[in-house]
């Protein structure tokens, strides 16, 4: 069970585009990270009140935009006139919420690699899965690597895998249950991914053994990234695009 010999990912993924060089989740943060030769972005996506896919983390508007409450309770149209730049520096000022469709374009364009995290608005878990897998196999139809989607919320994935099963899936974790190993194989997923404090020779072999590929969230400092590296991760996604030259 688990994944199979086909891993086109590169090793090193940026956090949200360039999440700390510019506005997380724009085309800025991802024009950022590819500035400094990442070939490979992370990003969050969820749904608009009208189904919508689109970036962002919270699943309110007020820390990353002009915008206030629920951001899925808002239609696209509503969404699209906010500002999410100018919370982070002047300069981005206007830069705006990204459709999933606008951001696949870009990387689809450039021949960049895609890891969207399906970040339902809490209660849409299976609808947000649905609706992501279905819109990331219509845009990457006939593409040679297809995204990779993960999720904290396993009725997301198993949402996505009964749309889009051929879509490769990783599931995300913060902490080691019992069954971690159990979760991740029942959903059909090629990949773990887990806070980097996690990983360990022990439980990468667990891993591997059972045919996962290895990827850690947030590594930032040089000692973390060496360690993981001895270790054989796979995928390395980071906020410090201008500290780690991406092989």
């Known amino acids: ?6 891993w086109p990912y590169p ?13 997380e989740n724009t ?5 950022a990270g590819a500035a400094h030769g990442y070939r490979m972005f992370e990003c969050d996506v969820k749904l608009s009140a009208d189904g919508v896919p689109f970036l962002l983390h919270d699943a309110t508007l007020e820390r990353t935009s002009t915008g206030k409450g629920v951001a899925g309770e808002q239609p696209w149209d509503v969404l699209a006139t906010l500002d ?3 919370w982070h520096s002047p300069q981005f000022t206007g830069e705006p919420l990204p459709m999933l469709e606008s951001i696949a374009r870009y990387c689809l364009d450039k021949g960049y690699f895609l890891n969207i995290e399906i970040k339902p608005t809490p209660g849409l878990d299976s609808p947000t899965g649905t609706e992501v897998a279905n819109q990331a196999a219509r845009l990457w139809q ?3 690597v297809p995204p990779l989607l993960t999720s904290f919320q396993p009725a997301a994935l198993e949402a996505a895998r009964a749309a889009q099963p051929q879509l ?4 995300l974790l913060d902490t080691l249950t019992e069954n971690w190993l159990e979760t991740a194989a029942k959903l059909q997923c090629v990949a773990i991914v887990c806070n980097h404090r996690l ?7 667990q891993a591997k053994k059972a045919g ?8 930032n400092d040089e000692r973390s990234a060496r360690r993981l590296i001895g270790l054989g991760i796979d995928g390395i996604i980071t906020d410090r695009v201008d500290a780690f030259r991406p092989v």
Request: no cysteine; hydrophobic share 45%; charged share 15%.
């Open 1 to 6: 069970m688990g994944a199979s010999t086909f």
């Open 11 to 23: 090793r090193w993924i940026a956090h949200r585009g360039a999440g700390k060089l510019a506005p």
């Open 27 to 31: 085309l800025a943060a991802f024009k």
């Open 142 to 144: 006939g593409e040679t």
């Open 199 to 205: 990983w360990n020779a022990s439980t990468v072999a």
């Open 168 to 171: 490769p899936r990783g599931l």
């Open 84 to 86: 999410a730049g100018r």
């Open 212 to 219: 996962f590929r290895t990827l850690s969230y947030t590594v």
